[in-house]
């Protein structure tokens, strides 16, 4: 197993276990977090940034998950967990990733545009698509 693989799992474990921990343990120590004293202005702007960015994750986890049912279920956990879901999303693709397959497999769906052999280069004004049709017609 390559040592990237290796360092992107322990990175998201690491980073799902200490989100569990953090939310547990404030929780435990500070109670609900649903209390109107803690519903400052700063906390509104931050729950809308939050939730932006959840919206944004969705869009990749829909794109990527052919299953409503996997669809709904990752969706449920990205809103109700926030970043817990979004970690244990990530280490779930990474585990699933076979020897050899590069680390930005995990960004489209099985059976979906083949990365490697598209032909991406680089131009003056920033990245291009080759002229070669990234999926073979089917005549």
Request: hydrophobic content about 45%.
């Given at each position: 197993?390559?040592?990237?693989?290796?360092?992107?799992?322990?990175?998201?474990?690491?980073?799902?276990?200490?989100?569990?921990?953090?939310?547990?343990?404030?929780?435990?120590?500070?109670?609900?977090?649903?209390?109107?004293?803690?519903?400052?202005?700063?906390?509104?702007?931050?729950?809308?940034?939050?939730?932006?960015?959840?919206?944004?994750?969705?869009?990749?986890?829909?794109?990527?998950?052919?299953?409503?049912?996997?669809?709904?279920?990752?969706?449920?956990?990205?809103?109700?967990?926030?970043?817990?879901?979004?970690?244990?999303?990530?280490?779930?693709?990474?585990?699933?990733?076979?020897?050899?397959?590069?680390?930005?497999?995990?960004?489209?769906?099985?059976?979906?545009?083949?990365?490697?052999?598209?032909?991406?280069?680089?131009?003056?004004?920033?990245?291009?698509?080759?002229?070669?049709?990234?999926?073979?017609?089917?005549e």
């Amino acid at each position: 197993m390559s040592a990237q693989l290796t360092l992107a799992r322990l990175t998201f474990l690491i980073l799902l276990v200490v989100m569990t921990f953090t939310v547990i343990y404030t929780c435990a120590t500070d109670g609900s977090p649903f209390r109107t004293a803690l519903l400052t202005p700063w906390m509104k702007a931050t729950l809308i940034d939050f939730y932006t960015n959840v919206l944004v994750l969705l869009c990749w986890m829909w794109y990527k998950e052919t299953s409503y049912l996997a669809k709904c279920f990752w969706t449920s956990l990205f809103v109700c967990l926030g970043s817990i879901g979004t970690c244990l999303y990530v280490l779930v693709q990474l585990l699933q990733l076979r020897q050899g397959q590069p680390l930005s497999r995990i960004l489209v769906r099985e059976g979906g545009l083949d990365i490697n052999s598209a032909e991406f280069h680089s131009s003056g004004s920033g990245i291009t698509e080759s002229k070669r049709p990234l999926i073979a017609s089917s005549e």
